[in-house]
Nanobody, 126 residues
Framework: QVQLVESGGGLVQAGGSLRLSCAASGRTFSSNPMGWFRQTPGKEREFVAA????????YYADSVKGRFTISRDNAKNTVYLQMNSLKPEDTAVYYC???????????????????WGQGTQVTVSS
């Protein structure tokens, strides 16, 4: 059974940092792109960052570019999101996801992803 489990969320002051992790189990995803999305109540799930299967290509939402870094360790079947210079508007539930139908592209749309984690809350206080 495929499972994605996020960790590393929490409460942090504005300007602080957090590192999210997403550990996958049930199968290996080293051939597939992975992504991070976030969602706040009443809003659509929003793209944050995505990474190609090898880690050689990364993509970011404009709102996080220069502050967040996505990376992956295929040996550990884990993807990370390093978040620096956090702002109150970064407050959301963060989800990781994997696109198992794709090995080449790196989608930035939630509907392209097949498996999702349960989410981890990130709260940034001002």
């Amino acid at each position: 059974q495929v499972q994605l489990v996020e960790s590393g969320g929490g409460l942090v002051q504005a300007g602080g940092s957090l590192r999210l992790s997403c550990a996958a189990s049930g199968r290996t995803f080293s051939s597939n792109p992975m992504g991070w999305f976030r969602q706040t109540p009443g809003k659509e799930r929003e793209f944050v960052a995505a990474i190609s299967r090898s880690g050689g290509r990364t993509y970011y939402a404009d709102s996080v570019k220069g502050r967040f870094t996505i990376s992956r360790d295929n040996a550990k079947n884990t993807v990370y999101l390093q978040m620096n210079s956090l702002k109150p508007e970064d407050t959301a539930v963060y989800y990781c996801a994997v696109d198992v139908r794709n090995t080449i592209g790196v989608p930035t749309v939630a509907s392209e992803y097949d498996y999702w984690g349960q989410g981890t809350q990130v709260t940034v206080s001002s």
